[in-house]
């Protein structure tokens, strides 16, 4: 006997079954290849996370370091990514702790997400990302994501003694937000970047022109195809296996 399916139409009830099923509302960055030259007498270092401006203002950050010599031109590789730091001091401890993932007014999404705390010794430790807490032991420095219908998002912390880390009153956490514009698809080649900020003249007399397009990037999951993914869990579901 053949069953006709339940497909679900109104969009608050799309967006309230992908957030129960754990589907993130994630854009891909944009990456392009950058030809740069170092117009300096001495060598300058470029170095990883370096914020280069396209011809629309929109930023991209440099993936890895590189150093290029007096006069040479090298090949840089680029993420259309500007992340930005969100501090929180824990005050009121609880099991199962959540800090709510600030959203910005800016026209831009959710690309990645970096959960670290700040030790006693003033050091960062991250915290590993760990969906519906598979694999998770007590203590273990980790934390998973909660997304409701209206795609707001919040960090969520473990138990103590039962699974993963329980944040003690007065810890500090720092929230890592990548966001990229999603889909760049007015790019050209020689297109120009600057650096977003000019520190030393050898800054000034870098040249940096776009080689090529590797990833046009984009946008998070639309209406149309959340009702679709949301049906499917090898799709959406890393664990998901079928027997």
């Not at 007014?105 to 959960?115: A, N, S």
């Amino acid at each position: 006997t053949l069953y006709e399916p339940f497909v679900k139409s109104r969009e608050a009830t799309v967006l309230a079954d992908a957030s129960m099923r754990g589907i993130m509302p994630l854009a891909r960055s944009a990456t392009v290849l950058l030809s740069v030259t170092n117009g300096h007498t001495e060598a300058h270092v470029l170095q990883d996370g370096r914020r280069l401006m396209d011809p629309k203002g929109r930023i991209f950050t440099v993936e890895s370091a590189v150093t290029i010599a007096p006069g040479a031109t090298v090949t840089v590789r680029c993420a259309q990514r500007a992340v930005r730091v969100e501090t929180h001091a824990v005050t009121s401890p609880r099991p199962f702790y959540t800090i709510e993932v600030p959203q910005t007014t800016e026209p831009v999404y959710l690309c990645g997400l970096e959960v670290w705390r700040r030790t006693s010794a003033d050091t960062l430790e991250q915290f590993a990302y760990r969906p519906e807490w598979f694999n998770v032991n007590p203590d273990d420095k980790v934390y998973q994501v909660e997304v409701d219908e209206r795609r707001r998002m919040w960090v969520q912390f473990g138990k103590d003694q039962v699974v993963g880390y329980a944040p003690r009153l007065g810890d500090t956490f720092e929230l890592h937000i990548a966001e990229s514009s999603g889909a760049v698809t007015d790019l050209a080649v020689d297109d120009p970047f600057v650096p977003e900020y000019v520190y030393t003249l050898a800054d000034s007399l870098m040249s940096a022109r776009l080689l090529s397009v590797s990833d046009n990037g984009s946008a998070p999951a639309g209406i149309d195809e959340l009702r679709i993914v949301a049906r499917y869990p090898a799709i959406y579901d890393h664990n998901a296996v079928y027997l």
